[in-house]
């Protein structure tokens, strides 16, 4: 049952990515698909759900701050705070890590594929290619949290 929860996790996360990349757009309901599979978690393991749950709520907060300065969108901070639930406090710091790093090398390559392709004569490209465009930082967290699950470093997955 384990491995049906991973997979399931691994999916959102890839949908996730993929719907940021896309549309720039992490809707309430994918973020409330992530509280639901973490639901079932303590009942396949033993995990401390309530420091978990304190650390995704210290980390909303951090994210509506970040969020009403502009810095990260709204999605990216709902979603910042449900990966850091299913981190826990053993987790935590190689999550919000790991996000930076994913971070600025999804940066940088899109500016550097950006730059390149402001100079090719081309009609139409997707927002994501678009010069000024914002970085879809949802990808960078769901890597993180899809990189921690496979690395077994999440509570519950660490066999």
Known sequence: MLEALALGLSFLLVFT????AWRYLIPNWLVGLYLLLYLLLPFLQPVDW????????????AGFGLFAMRIIGGGD?????????????????????LSGVFGGVLAIALLLVRFVLS????SRLPRLLMVREPIPY????????????????LPGFMF
């Open 17 to 20: 990515a993929v719907l940021d």
């Open 50 to 61: 309530p420091m978990a749950l304190l650390v995704g709520m210290v980390t909303l907060f």
């Open 77 to 97: 901070a709902k979603l910042l705070a449900v990966a850091a639930l299913w981190a826990g406090p053993p987790a935590i710091l190689h999550l919000l890590m």
């Open 119 to 122: 100079y090719l004569p081309l």
């Open 138 to 153: 949802g990808v960078a967290i769901a890597g993180a949290l899809g990189w921690l699950l496979h690395m077994h470093r």
